[in-house]
């Protein structure tokens, strides 16, 4: 048989071939990248986002739609984190802590749930410099799903099957976020 699709492939008309290729892109036209995330970068979007966003070191404190967020930066580790304040950890029962780490495989996507200094958290964390615009648009928006639908759904809202209204509303914010920050 490889023997017959050999001899096929050797026998078959070059134009043939040429019409069933699938086309290459332009390699010549560059592609144009980000600039790497900084926290001067970081912190213009956020105060995009929301005008009254306050700086204090290399942490920012500001709020989507009512909700407060804190990201925490270190440009030296390279490092970020977005997080949501969701409830006492206190009282969390073993049902409530499994819910969440099943949520952490699937259905939080992005952001996670995490428990840190009594509290329970939407977190997402990931490398500074390599974070793009519409990446941290897209986490903040799944970090304060994440602490919106606990107890719920426990998503990040980004994924969602069947016919309801969550992915509508998740695209709306996700497109407002990204029109405040058109210009960064």
């Known amino acids: 048989m490889f023997r017959a699709l050999t001899l096929a492939l050797m026998l078959c008309p070059l134009p043939l071939l040429a019409q069933q290729a699938v086309p290459v892109p332009d390699l010549a036209e560059p592609q144009v990248a980000e600039p790497p995330m ?4 970081l912190a213009g ?7 009254d966003a306050v700086a204090q070191g290399p942490t920012l404190q500001f709020n989507i739609d009512g909700i407060p967020v804190m990201i925490v930066a270190d440009a030296g580790a390279d ?10 950890a206190e009282g969390l029962s073993a049902q409530d802590l499994l819910r969440m780490m099943q949520a952490n495989f699937d259905t939080a996507l992005d952001a996670r749930y995490a428990v840190a200094n009594g509290r329970l958290w ?6 500074l410099s390599p974070l793009e615009r519409d990446q941290l648009i897209s986490a903040l928006v799944q ?15 980004a994924q969602v099957f069947g016919g309801g209204d969550s992915n509508g509303i998740y695209r709306e914010l996700f497109e407002e976020l990204k029109k405040k920050g058109e210009a960064l």
């Not at 490092?79 to 006492?88: K, Q």
């Not at 970090?143 to 809202?157: D, E, F, K, L």
């Open 79 to 88: 490092r970020m984190r977005a997080m949501v304040p969701i409830a006492s």
């Open 143 to 157: 970090t304060v799903n994440v602490a919106r639908s606990y107890g719920q759904t426990y998503s990040g809202g």
């Open 38 to 41: 900084t926290l001067e970068r």
């Open 45 to 51: 979007i956020i105060t995009a986002l929301d005008a």
């Open 122 to 127: 939407g977190v997402f964390i990931h490398p």
